[in-house]
């Protein structure tokens, strides 16, 4: 039995450090702009998508990783230059509603460039078995949770430690202040967006080995990635990781002990018995207003 909990737990552990860049994602958006992006499901599948298409091209492996990435920054860039920016002074109602219909058109457009088959990338470094005492791991796993944990330590840094991170906090914080104090509120919403985009396409090119990706796959990865981050704390990018590996496990546990069939339902469940007893998330800060 501890043997099969083990197991379920490395499993989770690699599944929930994906929902975790992806609730990276939505926290930094959020953070800087409190609008929730609901586009961020999409740049993991066009991360994926994009590898796949550039190695059938005959691009070099790592060159159409780089390629990948560099292909779904640039969508998180325009998404904020020609659906955010000109709507710029929109309620956040209004610019969710943008996003909705960003992530409806990014799907179409894959839809027709891609088609509806099923992709698959190349493992990193092989498919040998490894072993962790009496559970076994493929390679991949070890580079999911690496790749997670460096981004995590260097997202962590970049806020804490560089002005143009603590400008995107500043923002956050208030956006006319910001304005006052000299910061350009505009270059650091589209930072938000370049860094978002980037971390979903990490995630979907991490995933794509092990899970396979299509046209579609950016649903459901969108859609716990968020309940990640509402696990977590949607104003925490630190407690949207926690979610995310939290989400994972309690599924991997779920599937494996008691039916692979209730795994998202029980998932979603903790979700929102969280939400019910701690509306602003395991690791949110409650919210005071001064009158």
């Keep these: 039995m501890l043997d099969q909990i083990l197991q379920f737990l490395i499993t989770g552990v690699t599944v929930g450090s994906t929902y ?14 409190g609008v929730v992006n609901f586009a961020q499901g ?53 610019t969710i509603i943008i996003t909705i219909g960003a992530a409806i058109f990014l799907r179409g457009a894959a839809l027709l ?6 992709f698959a990338l190349p493992h990193f ?19 999911v949770m690496g790749v997670t ?12 430690r560089t002005l143009t991170g603590k400008a995107i906090l ?20 589209l930072v938000s967006y370049g860094m978002s985009a980037f971390l979903g396409a990490v995630a979907g090119i991490l995933v ?24 977590g704390g949607m104003g925490s990018s630190m407690g949207a990781v926690a979610g995310g590996l939290l989400l994972g496990i309690l599924e991997s546990l779920g599937a494996g002990l ?22 602003s998330g395991l690791f949110g800060r409650k919210a005071a207003d001064r009158v």
């Design 258 to 279: 008691i039916s692979s069939g209730y795994k998202d339902a029980m998932a979603f469940t903790v979700v929102l018995l969280v939400l019910i007893m701690r509306p």
């Design 125 to 143: 470094s092989g498919e040998e078995t490894l072993y962790f005492g009496s559970a076994t791991l493929l390679p991949q796993n070890l580079w």
């Design 20 to 33: 975790a860049l992806v609730g990276l994602g939505f926290a930094i958006i959020y953070n800087a702009s």
């Design 42 to 94: 999409e740049f993991v599948m066009i991360g994926a998508m994009s590898a796949v298409w550039l190695l059938a091209v005959g691009m070099p492996f790592p060159l159409a990783l780089l390629g990948a990435v560099a292909i779904t920054t640039c969508v998180g860039l325009a998404l904020n230059k020609f659906a955010i920016e000109p709507a710029r002074g929109a309620t956040v109602i209004t």
């Design 170 to 189: 500043a923002c956050a914080c208030n956006k006319d202040a910001a304005r006052l104090m000299g910061i350009n509120v505009g270059l650091m919403l």
């Design 149 to 160: 944990a460096v981004l995590v330590i260097a997202v962590r840094w970049f806020f804490d």
């Design 208 to 231: 794509a080995p092990i899970a396979f990706t299509s046209y579609d796959a950016g649903i459901m990865l969108g859609l716990k990635g968020f309940s990640a981050a509402i696990l």
């Design 113 to 118: 460039l891609w088609g509806k088959d099923i």
